[in-house]
């Protein structure tokens, strides 16, 4: 009970912290957005687009800002959610550093693993499956074009 309850603290954890990272990157899309929209506003004034890029532009910068406040909602259910867990009143989590920090990229070796999975018939046998239904496919594409038969006969 004891290591399930601290797994799903830590889930929570960095799920808060994921949701932190969305927010970050809406909230960029908006600024964004918005001077793209200005940009849009100044090239209309100077008559050189029409008035459907700036609904277009506008159109996509609502729907940049309609996240924002739906991350918002999703980050106050998950701090309300870990602060259940932990036995606490709802309120705001103190969040010290970014998922970054947490992962320590020195220790984690890209080399080996794929090395030995591509190794394994299973996933070899699969890759030769897939390059031959990739050329079954651009068989089956030439085969929809019109072929001439040329035949000679001597006589």
Known sequence: MQTSLIANIAKGYFNLLK?????????RNVQLNDSTLRMIQLQFDAGEITSLA?????SQRLLAASLVPQLEQEIQIQENSLLELTGRMPDK???GKSLQY??????ISMGSPIDLIRNRPDIREAELSLIASNAQVNINQALRYPSLTLGGTLV
Not at 54 to 58: A, L
Not at 102 to 107: A, F, N, P, Q
Request: proline share 0%.
């Open 19 to 27: 949701l932190d990272a969305q927010i970050e990157v809406a909230l």
């Open 54 to 58: 700036i609904q277009q532009t506008q």
């Open 93 to 95: 989590i103190e969040r």
């Open 102 to 107: 947490l992962i320590d990229e020195s220790k």
